[in-house]
């Protein structure tokens, strides 16, 4: 009788611990069911939302490119008096797209404020260097770079020859002398590689070439860099596949170290009463004509100065289009570079897309 009843209390321990084991495994597998089903549920969220944002920072671009397109009906010359330039009315155009979350922010930008690297070789033949932007190159490390950043190899003559070299169809010295660089002095670099000896399409490529240190490149909080002040863009397509870079900048738009370099390094305080002057027009909301090259000199100080025609101009068809969609917590970006372009048949102008990056 005694061993019967040690048998049962053996069953029913054996079977308590069957019971709690089972419901132990039962509970950690609905656990981890729903784990998994929350995560199906947020990551089908935020693909969702991800996906929104893209659609929206996409349309911001397309709505920046129907403005540019407007505005080249409307006025001969592009300045910061203009819609393109108004965050305002870029926000009232902004309201019409149908999106009920999220916010979508864009900011257009002339890309012909800035310098054009490869204006400072004569393309297509691609073997002269062009004094005019020698001098525009020279400035403008002057104005950005201090005594430490200018010295050996990164003095501006130095780097304006490596580049020249960077840029010119030859892997020779004959043009640019011992501060150059060729190929031979890149492919003894860790890991090498050769001199492009044509035009760079990509800014960071600068970061390449003999003397242009990330200082240089990237600047910092009190100085701009050259990723700043320098574009690949304004490319002029001639007769046939003959092609160009004028270099012209645009001065209606362009920023105070650009106008430093414009009207030499000791005219700063010039250059900014052209900055102060562009933007009091355009926070007035002053109609002024700034479609002359030589409406500068209208301001105080400047009557007598004069800038060289070959390296401005007032008006531009590329523009840096920067469209900023956030959902949730989720942000992208979309930097798109674009050309107005108008049809030899119709006569209608599009903007056509150089470059389209998304962050």
């Known amino acids: 009788m005694l061993k019967m009843i040690k048998i049962l209390t053996n069953n029913r321990g054996i079977a308590l611990l069957i019971t709690i084991s089972v419901t132990t495994i039962l509970v950690a597998a609905a656990l981890e069911y729903n784990r998994r089903a929350r995560f199906e549920v947020i ?3 935020s693909v969702r939302d991800r996906l929104t944002i893209s659609y929206m920072a996409s349309s911001g671009v397309h709505a920046a490119m129907a403005l540019l397109v407007k505005d080249k009906g409307e006025s001969r010359y592009d300045s910061l008096q203009e819609d393109w330039a108004n965050p305002e009315k870029i926000d009232e155009i902004l309201q019409a797209i149908p999106f009920d979350t999220g916010k979508l922010s864009v900011v257009i930008t002339d890309e012909l404020s800035k310098i054009q690297i490869n204006a400072l070789v004569a393309f297509p033949d691609n073997r002269q260097v062009n004094p005019t932007q020698i001098m525009l190159w020279e400035r403008i490390l002057n104005i950005i770079g201090s005594e430490e950043d200018l010295q050996d190899d990164s003095n501006p003559t130095a780097i304006v020859n490596s580049v020249k070299d960077w840029l010119d169809s030859g892997d020779d010295e004959a043009t640019t002398g011992l501060s150059g660089a060729e190929s031979s002095y890149y492919e003894e670099q860790d890991p090498p590689y ?15 070439i003999k003397g242009i240190t990330p200082q240089l490149y990237y600047g910092n909080e009190n100085t701009p860099g050259l990723v700043n002040l320098l574009t690949v863009h304004g490319m002029a397509i001639g007769a046939g596949t003959s092609f160009s870079w004028p270099g012209r900048i ?3 738009t362009a920023d105070v170290p650009v106008l430093t370099a414009l009207l030499g390094d000791e005219n700063e305080e010039l250059a900014q009463a052209v900055y102060d002057f562009r933007k009091e027009m355009a926070a007035e909301k002053v109609v ?7 409406w500068y000199k209208n301001i105080t100080g400047l009557s007598d100065v004069t800038i060289d025609s070959r390296l401005i101009t007032t008006s531009s068809d590329v523009f840096r289009i920067q469209s900023t969609a956030s959902l949730n917590d989720i942000q992208t970006a979309v930097i798109a570079v674009v050309q107005r372009v108008q049809n030899s048949e119709s006569g209608k102008w599009t903007c056509q897309v150089l470059n389209w990056k998304t962050e």
Do not use: V, Y
């Open 43 to 45: 990551s089908t969220a």
């Open 194 to 208: 050769q001199s492009r000896n044509g035009p760079i399409s990509d800014l960071s490529e600068l970061l390449l």
């Open 250 to 252: 645009n001065i209606n």
């Open 288 to 294: 002024h004509d700034f479609l002359s090259l030589k």
